[in-house]
Nanobody, 126 residues
C-alpha cells in the first residue's frame, strides 16, 4: 500500500517555474515507477512524466519535454518524487497528480497506475 501527497502547486506567471513534490508513505516506495499526470478543466487526464524505481529510465510527454524534469529521492526514507517545471505556459494550467505503478515499467496511461495522490493545482497566468 502506498499513500501519496502532492504539494508545491500555486499561481505563477508564464515563463516562471514551480517545483512539485509528492511524498509517499509505504515501505516499498522505492520499488514503484512514479508518474505525474495532469488534468485541465474539461479535459481528460494526460500523462506528463514518469521515472522508474532506480531513476534509470525517464520519459516525458512531448508537451513538456525540455521544460519539465522528474526526479526521485529514495534515500534516507525521504520517499519523494519531484517535478521541476520551468518555462511554464498557460496551457500547463491543470491539477497535477502523482501516481505509483508497481509494474517497474514506464507507463503512460493513467489506468496503469495503482495509487494516486489528491492532486495539486497549478495555474499559469499570462
Amino acid at each position: 500500500q502506498v499513500q501519496l501527497v502532492e504539494s508545491g502547486g500555486g499561481l505563477v506567471q508564464a515563463g516562471g517555474s514551480l517545483r512539485l513534490s509528492c511524498a509517499a508513505s509505504g515501505r516499498t516506495f522505492s520499488r514503484y515507477t512514479m508518474g505525474w499526470f495532469r488534468q485541465a478543466s474539461g479535459k481528460e487526464r494526460e500523462f506528463v512524466a514518469a521515472i522508474t524505481w532506480s531513476g534509470g529510465r525517464i520519459y516525458y510527454s512531448d508537451a513538456v519535454k525540455g521544460r519539465f524534469t522528474i526526479s526521485r529521492d529514495n534515500a534516507n526514507a525521504k520517499n519523494t518524487v519531484y517535478l521541476q517545471m520551468n518555462s511554464l505556459k498557460r496551457e500547463d494550467t491543470a491539477v497535477y497528480y502523482c501516481a505509483a505503478d508497481s509494474s517497474l515499467m514506464i507507463a503512460t496511461t493513467w489506468n496503469d497506475y495503482e495509487y494516486w495522490g489528491q492532486g495539486t493545482q497549478v495555474t499559469v497566468s499570462s
